[in-house]
């Protein structure tokens, strides 16, 4: 069985601070993918990184895969409380079957 | 327009009872999902479909059941519904399940109460 971790659950800060997300697994994934989620809504794609060692940027998002393509990270920059979600990462496999984190709570307050 | 959309919003019902979820995509996708997700917020797959065929069947009881009458819709039909079915229900819809950069839409979900 195919599992993520991701780290950590929650995370309250400051406006303007940084952070960073982490998603491990000690399986291999064809692609890593995260989401953000507000309340009452779907999970939206951030970003899919597919190959290993890659980096991906987003404005002040920062996503990372682990050279081996079992890990990934998202770290924000100077983050805003527009950034307050839940962040989820989900790795790919067979039929697009995505097995995802436990999920992030950010909240920044201003 | 909405492009993975699902009714009802909210479904609030009593144990033993048998409800339908609705999910419609105008996406032209070929591929959609069933997808709970707990009151922790963890997020599992149920099922999904491609071209009206199951693909994917995770573990779930068999009182869960899927139809797919066209590509554009997967419908979720639960029996004899249990207090721990009380989760978010979200469909998704992507256009190639067999493409590592798939994208998955997702609808806005179906929270789903039993009493």
């Known amino acids: 069985t195919q599992l993520l971790e991701q780290s950590p659950q929650f995370l309250s800060i400051q406006e303007g601070e940084n952070l960073t997300v982490y998603c491990n697994s000690s399986?291999?994934?064809?692609?890593l993918q995260w989401y953000r989620q507000e309340p009452g809504e779907g999970p939206v794609l951030l970003v899919t990184?597919?190959?290993?060692?890659e980096v991906k940027k987003l404005k002040r998002l920062t996503f990372q895969f682990g050279d081996a393509r079992k890990d990934s990270s998202l770290h924000i920059t100077a983050a805003q409380p527009g950034d307050t979600g839940l962040y989820l990462c989900?790795?790919?496999?067979?039929?697009?079957?995505?097995?995802f984190g436990a999920g992030t709570i950010l909240r920044v307050k201003s | 327009d909405t492009a993975v959309s699902q009714t009802p919003k909210y479904l609030v019902t009593q144990m033993g009872n048998d409800k339908s979820i609705k999910c419609e995509q105008n996406?032209?996708?070929?591929?959609m999902y069933w997808y709970k997700q707990d009151s922790k917020k963890f997020l599992k797959i149920m099922f999904s479909?491609?071209?009206?065929?199951?693909?994917i069947n995770e573990t779930v009881p068999n009182r869960f059941s899927p139809k797919s009458p066209d590509k554009a819709h997967l419908n979720l039909h639960i029996n004899s519904l249990e207090l721990g079915d009380s989760a978010v229900y979200f469909c998704?819809?992507?256009?190639?399940?067999?493409?590592?950069?798939?994208?998955?839409?997702f609808g806005p979900g179906t929270r789903l109460t039993v009493l």
């Open positions: 998704a819809s992507s256009q190639d399940f067999a493409a590592v950069t798939d994208t998955q839409y």
């Open positions: 399986s291999v994934f064809s692609s």
């Open positions: 990184v597919v190959t290993g060692g």
């Open positions: 989900a790795g790919a496999g067979y039929g697009n079957k995505l097995v």
């Open positions: 996406l032209g996708h070929d591929t």
């Open positions: 479909y491609n071209n009206k065929e199951l693909i």
